[in-house]
C-alpha cells in the first residue's frame, strides 16, 4: 500500500475552511485516496473517498492534484465540532479489504 | 441506519483472563472489519469477514485470538490469555456490498483494560 504524509496537527477559526493536506506521491494507478475522521472516544467515520476527480458530498470536498501526488481535504465552514483527527488512506480499488490508518492530523477548531 | 454496535464498551481484567467481545453490524451489511486502537495511533486492521467467511487475517492477530461470524451477522472477537500488551480499543466496522468497499461504518469500540 502507498504510505501517506499527513502534518500532525493543524488549527483552524471556526467559520473559516479547513485545508488538511495529505501526501501520497508513491500511490499507484488504481488506488484510491480516503478521508476519515475520528473524534475523540468515537470510532472513525468515513467522510469521503476519490481517485483521481475531486469529489464533494456534504461534508467536505476533496481535491485531487492532476499527478495524483497529494490531495487536500476541505471542511468549507469549520466548527467547534469537526475537532477530530483526520486520517488520509490511500487504498487498493481492485484488492483487499483493510484500511491502513496512519497517525493522521489533528484539527483543532477554535471559537 | 441503526449504526454499529459494540458490547461491553468497556471491560477491565486481569492477566491471563479471557475476554469476548461482540459486534452487531448495521442489517444488511454483509462484510465485517475487526480494527485494533491503541492510544495515540490510527487504527490496526485484524481481520475481514465477507458474510460468515473470515476472508482476511492480518499477522497481528496471534493465535490467542479468534474472531468468528457464525450466521453472518453479529461477530464475537475472543482474546484468551490476555496479556497487558492487548490493552487497547478493539473496533468494529461494517460495509454495503452495493458501496465502495473503503466505504467503512465503525463502532464506538470496546475499551479492554489488561491489569
Known amino acids: 500500500d502507498a504510505k501517506t504524509t499527513q502534518p500532525p496537527s493543524m488549527d483552524c477559526a471556526e467559520g473559516r475552511a479547513a485545508n488538511l493536506p495529505c501526501n501520497h506521491s508513491?500511490?499507484?494507478?488504481?488506488?484510491?485516496v480516503y478521508w476519515y475522521r475520528q473524534i475523540h472516544s468515537q470510532g472513525p467515520q468515513y467522510i469521503i473517498h476519490?481517485?483521481?476527480n475531486n469529489e464533494t458530498n456534504e461534508m467536505a470536498s476533496l481535491i485531487i492534484t492532476e499527478d495524483r501526488k497529494s490531495s487536500t481535504l476541505i471542511l468549507p465552514h469549520a466548527t467547534l465540532r469537526d475537532t477530530a483527527v483526520y486520517y488520509c488512506?490511500?487504498?487498493?480499488?481492485?484488492?483487499?479489504?483493510?484500511?491502513?490508518f496512519g497517525g493522521g492530523t489533528r484539527l483543532m477548531v477554535k471559537p | 441506519d441503526t449504526g454499529v454496535s459494540q458490547d461491553p464498551r468497556h471491560k477491565i481484567t486481569k492477566r491471563g483472563q479471557n475476554v469476548t467481545f461482540r459486534c452487531d453490524p448495521i442489517?444488511?451489511?454483509?462484510?465485517l472489519y475487526w480494527y485494533r486502537q491503541t492510544l495515540g495511533q490510527g487504527p490496526e486492521f485484524l481481520t475481514y469477514?465477507?458474510?460468515?467467511?473470515?476472508?482476511?487475517k492480518s499477522r497481528l492477530l496471534s493465535d490467542r485470538f479468534s474472531a468468528e461470524r457464525p450466521k453472518g451477522s453479529f461477530s464475537t472477537l475472543e482474546i484468551q490469555r490476555t496479556e497487558q500488551g492487548d490493552s487497547a480499543m478493539y473496533l468494529c466496522?461494517?460495509?454495503?456490498?452495493?458501496?465502495?468497499?473503503?466505504?467503512?461504518?465503525f463502532g464506538e469500540g470496546s475499551r479492554l483494560t489488561v491489569l
Open positions: 469477514f465477507q458474510n460468515e467467511a473470515q476472508l482476511e
Open positions: 466496522a461494517s460495509s454495503r456490498r452495493d458501496r465502495s468497499p473503503g466505504e467503512l461504518f
Open positions: 508513491t500511490i499507484s494507478g488504481n488506488e484510491y
Open positions: 442489517s444488511e451489511h454483509n462484510r
Open positions: 476519490g481517485l483521481k
Open positions: 488512506i490511500v487504498r487498493p480499488g481492485d484488492a483487499g479489504n483493510m484500511l491502513t
